[in-house]
């Protein structure tokens, strides 16, 4: 499968965004999707998940309450809405595809076999 992830730019401390993946190449349906983010001079870190039914959502506690990821199978795309944006959401985002049996939302990064080229938010305080 093919990800392709957009949305992202500069916001004020405050503001907001909304990330798009769109996937192609197979049943998204049937993936759990993912996305992480990497600031410069960090590791990989999770941010939100939601399972291939979507009945299972995880985030990550730096997140909950300001983040909302959902898909819409029908355009084979999931999206991070991302509001109340801190400095410390600076980084280059990346949504993820996992084709796992269960109907889960995987936190680690290793149960993904399919990543998007990233799209960058920088958050100015």
């Known amino acids: 499968v093919q990800l392709q992830a957009c949305g992202g730019g500069m916001v004020q401390a405050g503001g907001s965004l909304r990330l798009s993946c769109a996937a192609s190449g197979r049943t998204f349906s049937r993936y759990a999707m993912g996305w992480f983010r990497q600031a410069p001079g960090k590791e990989r870190e999770f941010v939100a998940a939601?399972?291939?039914?979507?009945?299972?959502?995880s985030y990550a506690d730096s997140v909950k309450g300001r983040f909302t990821i959902s898909r819409d199978s029908a355009k084979n795309t999931v999206y991070l809405q991302m509001n109340s944006l801190k400095s410390d959401d600076t980084a280059v985002y990346y949504c993820a595809a996992a084709g796992g049996i269960g109907d889960r939302a995987y936190r680690n990064g290793y149960d993904y076999g399919y990543w998007g080229q990233g799209t960058l938010v920088t958050v100015s305080s």
């Open positions: 939601i399972s291939w039914s979507g009945n299972s959502i």
